[in-house]
């Protein structure tokens, strides 16, 4: 039996966070997206993810993703940084009145994301483009040929079902890059010279019908557990870090 159904989620498609919060059908999604993020949330601390919420005592699931500027049209759950990091960088990002974590955007840094559309359920690496900090830093990491090698031998190692790419929206772009062309250093070379940090989306997931056998009941936890761990390791690729610092490297290119 799905875990979420197609049926339930049809709503989502309506425009205007009233509208969708206003569903009984809708709220009913909302709890069981709860449920399953404090399932997935315990077992992210236990394998030692670096990955929060930002704020725990405010509603976890959101109408409204970082993969756009709209609000709507979708049910989320986003995982990034710990709060006292993400205040410091957008400090230095020059947002001088964030003073507190109730005061942090979270479009603003690499977030992974839980996101329950009338199309399906996605589970996402997004980088928008207000998140151009981290965005200039994954830039400047990839211009060093021996970071580059890693993280295309990265890429290399995901499952068939991956894309990746540079659109805006809820919804997948018939513009990405599946698993098939990251085996080609050429056309990923040909690819990342594209992206424009502060301009462009990056993002890469998995996209899943809700009648897949991967979402049912049983299997839901352990399916998103298991491409959240695979997109973690991006994560931690490209977050800036007093550690993990490149953006002096794009800085010199730009």
Known sequence: MAYFSADSVQELSISGIEAITASIEIQTVTKRLQQLHEKLYAQMKLQNLNLHILTPNVATV???????????????VAYLRQATEAVMVERLMGREEVASVHKVEAHRHPVIEIRLGSDGLAVELILSPDAWWDQQNLAGKLGIARHRQEFYAMLQQLASDYRMGFWRGTHLSEMHL?????????IMDEWMSTFEPGADWWRMGVWFDYDDDALSEDEIDTTLLKNIRSLYGFYDHMRWTGDNNYREFYAKAT
């Open 62 to 76: 959101i109408p409204s993703s970082v993969s756009t500027v709209e609000d709507g049209g979708a049910l989320c």
């Open 178 to 186: 599946t698993a098939n062309q990251f085996q080609h250093p050429r």
